[in-house]
């Protein structure tokens, strides 16, 4: 009896001791995110899915994209394998801070409010503004005409608020750009509310949006930028995405990037390339 | 404290407090819910009692055609039966005339959640018909009363007693239900916090803002409800 007894005790007690050098070892194994994606081998990317041709999918299902391809150029630099995880306008930033991903690459505009919750890496790597598009029937010519109009827009957009401030419209968000233009189709609003650039290449690739036009003058110009975590473990890994776009730039292999997706055309990435 | 330091407590940053903006968007998308609701809740309880009365009727044809409709909107998901209505149906209707004749997205929200408790209070009114004691209905016959009254004096009343508990689950359901609009931009209690979330970044506040608020909704039906059942209850009829 006393023998097991004696052997009970000693398990105890080494069990209690392992747990003690575990919580100890956690809190000494705390490292920052750049070492921790080198271990791990991949970056986790937050990329959107729909829209075309920053971030969407091919007929397979993998995600294809001016930023898919960005991302997958960073990566490089990093010597790590990338993983794309889908996200919309409206949860990109929650994904960010918990976690889920690690860095935002999902056309989000650089704001003063979003600075205030995720670090915006700098330099910018696209720039857009903000337009509307509509039928001519319509009659939308002058941002004034928005004025206490219906306009389908996408949830999360940071110009939503502004026109339904600034212009008292009632802006319906959905989910996404195909959810907007079913609705615009349907009558449920008089003009799509969205980036200028990406309205124009939509446009041009559906065929039955061809009797639409984008007619305002754009406004709001828009600065595009990846974003990390806002505790100092993203510092390093924010310097490392910062150098990787500025070489990106500077090199011009950025715009290079952008011209077979129809976006060579570019005046912010013309204006980065230093030639 | 100025409401701005209320609401800006701690971590936290609850805009609806002392955001003019944000505030009265949101307030009216709780009247916008509360209509939404009473419009389903008066179509559904009233379809749901007259087809289920019809069911038990017991002629064929319309017997097949409501359990049609009864498997339809019920073994298919709401979210699914809205989308089909506003995109697809309404893709049609968007078609024709021209565009002028547009069908609004509270519309089409009315109409899908409408149907989907329609499906499962057919069902709830269907159980507490057959429910019903048949000593009562063979009395009506011994006194020949008429069949008109037979349904309205006793029929419908006893199965309004017997169907509350089921049908306040089912409108529970569709208050829930109401939620599903935010898909289609209708702007209710869950599209106008996911805009106030996205505008100003408060995920976690309006997450708790919406929980008390449903709540609230809900036990304000629930209250009516359990009241309605205390007033209609028969006087030694059912455990006491």
């Known amino acids: ?275 | 404290m100025s409401l701005e330091a209320i609401g800006t407590i701690g971590n936290f940053d609850f805009t609806i407090l002392y955001d003019d903006f944000d505030r009265n968007r949101f307030l009216r998308s709780i009247i916008y819910t509360m209509s939404i609701s009473s419009a389903c809740i008066v179509i559904s309880t009233t379809l749901g009692l007259w087809l289920a009365l019809v069911y038990h009727s017991g002629r064929r044809i319309p017997r097949l055609l409501i359990g049609g409709f009864v498997a339809i909107f019920r073994n298919t998901p709401p979210l699914i039966q809205l989308y089909f209505f506003f995109f697809g149906v309404g893709a049609f209707f968007g078609g024709l005339f021209e565009g002028s004749l547009v069908i609004s997205a509270t519309t089409w929200a009315v109409i899908a959640i409408s149907v989907y408790i329609t499906a499962f209070n057919i069902e709830s009114f269907r159980a507490a018909i057959t429910g019903l004691p048949s000593g009562c209905f063979e009395a009506a016959h011994a006194l020949a009363l008429p069949r008109y009254l037979i349904l309205f004096k006793i029929t419908i009343p006893l199965t309004i007693r017997a169907v509350l508990p089921s049908l306040t689950n089912n409108l529970v359901e569709l208050i829930k239900a109401t939620s599903y609009a935010y898909t289609i931009a209708v702007p209710e209690i869950l599209y106008v916090s996911s805009q106030i979330w996205a505008d100003e970044l408060n995920v976690v506040e309006m997450m708790i803002v919406m929980f008390v608020t449903y709540s609230a909704l809900i036990g304000c039906l629930i209250y009516f409800m359990k009241s309605l059942e205390k007033k209609l209850a028969l006087p030694g009829y059912g455990a006491s």
Request: with cysteine; aromatic share 8%.
């Open chain 1, 1 to 275: 009896m006393t023998n097991i007894t004696k052997k009970v005790n000693s398990w105890t007690r080494c069990c209690m001791a392992l747990a003690i050098v575990l919580a100890f070892s956690s809190g000494l194994a705390k490292a920052d995110t750049l070492s921790d994606i080198k271990a791990a081998g991949t970056v986790k990317f937050g990329v959107k899915a729909d829209v075309k041709p920053w971030a969407y999918v091919d007929s397979q299902g993998n995600p294809i994209g001016f930023e898919i391809d960005m991302a997958k150029k960073l990566a490089e630099q990093m010597g790590v394998k990338t993983e794309f995880i889908t996200v919309t306008s409206s949860n990109r930033i929650q994904y960010l801070e918990q976690g889920k991903i690690d860095i935002v690459l999902a056309t989000m505009s650089d704001t003063p409010k979003r600075r205030k919750v995720v670090h915006m890496v700098e330099p910018h790597y696209f720039a857009d503004a903000t337009n509307v598009m509509s039928k001519p029937a319509a009659g939308i010519n002058g941002w004034q005409d928005i004025k206490d109009q219906a306009l389908c827009g996408v949830n999360g957009a940071f110009y939503n608020k502004w026109a339904a401030k600034k212009y008292g419209s009632e802006v319906k968000a959905f989910k996404g750009p195909p959810e907007a233009i079913a609705a615009l189709k349907q009558g449920q609003c008089v003009g799509f509310l969205y980036s200028d650039q990406i309205l124009r290449i939509t446009k041009d690739e559906n065929s039955d949006l061809s009797d639409y036009v984008i007619s305002l003058k754009p406004v709001n110009p828009d600065y595009w930028g990846m974003a990390v975590r806002k505790d100092s473990d993203s510092d390093t890994l924010a310097e490392a995405i910062s150098t990787g776009i500025t070489e990106m730039h500077e090199s011009g292999q950025l715009l290079d990037l952008a011209k077979p997706y129809g976006l060579g055309g570019n005046p912010f990435l013309k204006s980065k390339t230093t030639d």
